[in-house]
Nanobody, 119 residues
Framework: QVQLVESGGGLVQNGGSLRLSCVASGIIFRINVMAWYRQAPGKQRELVAAINERGSTNYGDSMEGRVTISRDNAKKTVYLQMDSLKPEDTAVYYC?????????????WGQGTQVTVSS
């Protein structure tokens, strides 16, 4: 079974920065895309950023220019550096990974980490 565990969330002031981490564990043969999503109360979950195993990145519109996604394949870890945070960035941030345990890739989700930006 694959597990994703996020860390690094918390309370930060308007204009501040946070760095989120997500570590994958379990029986893992290969990880393709790793991504960060977020979901604010009453809103749909949305893509923040994604990165494939070769390092190609894709950013959602909501935080582009203020976030940087990176990964360490050896550590099975993906990071999200978030700068110039705004109160509207307050949400639960989820990690997602497309994982193969030897067969087809399936999506796995973390439990989420709360990010709260105070005004």
């Amino acid at each position: 079974q694959v597990q994703l565990v996020e860390s690094g969330g918390g309370l930060v002031q308007n204009g501040g920065s946070l760095r989120l981490s997500c570590v994958a564990s379990g029986i893992i043969f290969r990880i393709n895309v790793m991504a960060w999503y977020r979901q604010a109360p009453g809103k749909q979950r949305e893509l923040v950023a994604a990165i494939n195993e070769r390092g190609s990145t894709n950013y959602g519109d909501s935080m582009e220019g203020r976030v940087t996604i990176s990964r360490d394949n050896a550590k099975k870890t993906v990071y999200l550096q978030m700068d110039s945070l705004k109160p509207e960035d307050t949400a639960v941030y989820y990690c997602k990974a497309d994982v193969s345990t030897g067969g087809a890739f399936t999506g796995a989700w973390g439990q989420g980490t709360q990010v709260t930006v105070s005004s």
